[in-house]
């Protein structure tokens, strides 16, 4: 409960802090803090900005470079003729273990029945 | 006579860094590195380096988004706010050490003016430690506290500004923003009361 009104008691004074001529040497003396730590902007713009200007430069080079069908190529060539050589050697070797096999059904379907021939 | 609506300086050389010229980035860079500093230092307190750092990726961060801001707020409040997240992240990563407070400044700050105040070289001493024992106030608090602080306090933001860019509504800021005062107040006063 204490706690509580202590909390209440504090939470009073803040509301105090909006009012120019507050009265609280509390408030008064952060309000002075802030006030110079305000006049403290340190002027580091033109050193940011050497800083990051060169990853800049590049951000934008990858991102507004006009597509290239040869740095496509480049980079996707050796994955793509990978998957299309894997693919190639599944389907040959289906291809070969179903030579050998029965008629397919299609083709047994059309053949006439055996009394007939 | 219909009056002049006020150009955006920072929207047209927003659309400048969209349209491909990265050369544009330069003017908002130069404009507003020194206030995403101060909220910076402001949110990490005691971690210079993390902070030095900081700045530029926000800025690293802010054009690689910029094909995404489509200009309802403006440029400064969105800014803000990937500081502000970028900060939350690197708070994630590694809490905050908290660093014992002088009791000295605070008197020091409540102390009327000596008659030898008038030297330019001590003053700026002054405002630099208040400045840096501010800092180690505002670490005593929470993250959520300490950036609404900032932004009102430091950075003169309005309500509605603080709203857009922390994602929350102006009612809630007023209330947090009393909160953050409140606590600000009561780690100032136990600063007092730990000393012997």
Same mark, same amino acid.
């Given at each position: 409960m204490n706690r509580w009104k202590d909390w209440r008691q504090w939470s009073k004074k803040a $509301? %105090?802090? *909006?009012? &120019? *001529? %507050?009265?609280d040497p509390k408030i008064a003396s952060l309000k002075g803090m802030f006030k110079s730590a305000r006049r !403290? %902007?340190? *002027?580091?713009g033109a050193e940011v900005w050497r800083n990051i200007r060169p990853r800049l430069q590049s951000l934008s080079q990858s991102s507004l470079a006009p597509i290239s069908l040869w740095n496509a190529l480049a980079a996707t060539g050796p994955r793509f003729a990978m998957a299309a050589a894997c693919t190639l050697l599944i389907m040959a070797g289906a291809f070969m273990s179903r030579a @050998? !096999?029965?008629? $397919?059904i299609e083709t047994a379907a059309l053949s006439p029945p055996p009394r007939y021939s | 006579m219909i009056p002049a609506l006020p150009i955006d300086e920072d929207a047209l050389w927003v659309e400048r860094c969209k349209a491909g010229? &990265? *050369? %544009?980035f330069e003017p908002l860079v130069k404009k507003f590195a020194g206030r995403i500093e101060r909220l910076v230092r402001g949110i990490l307190g005691d971690r210079r380096l993390e902070a030095e750092d900081a700045v530029q990726d926000v800025f690293i961060k802010a054009y690689t988004a910029l094909p995404k801001f489509? @200009?309802?707020?403006k440029f400064s409040t969105w800014l803000y706010r990937i500081a502000v997240n970028h900060c939350r992240d690197i708070i994630r990563r590694s809490p905050p050490v908290s660093v014992p407070l002088d009791e000295n400044l605070l008197a020091a700050e409540e102390a009327p003016e000596t008659? +030898?105040? @008038? =030297?330019e070289e001590k003053q700026v001493r002054a405002e630099a430690e208040s400045s840096r024992q501010l800092q180690k106030l505002l670490g005593e608090l929470k993250e959520s506290h300490r950036s609404i602080l900032v932004m009102r306090?430091? +950075? @003169?933001? =309005?309500y509605d500004e603080i709203g857009k860019a922390l994602g929350i509504l102006p009612g809630t800021v007023r209330s947090r923003l009393n909160r953050a005062r409140a606590k600000l107040l009561r780690a100032a006063e136990n600063i007092r009361s730990e000393k012997p």
């Open positions: $509301r %105090a802090w *909006d009012f &120019p *001529d %507050a009265g !403290d %902007a340190p *002027d580091i @050998g !096999d029965a008629p $397919r | 010229n &990265p *050369d %544009a489509r @200009g309802d707020a008659e +030898e105040a @008038g =030297s306090e430091l +950075e @003169g933001m =309005s």
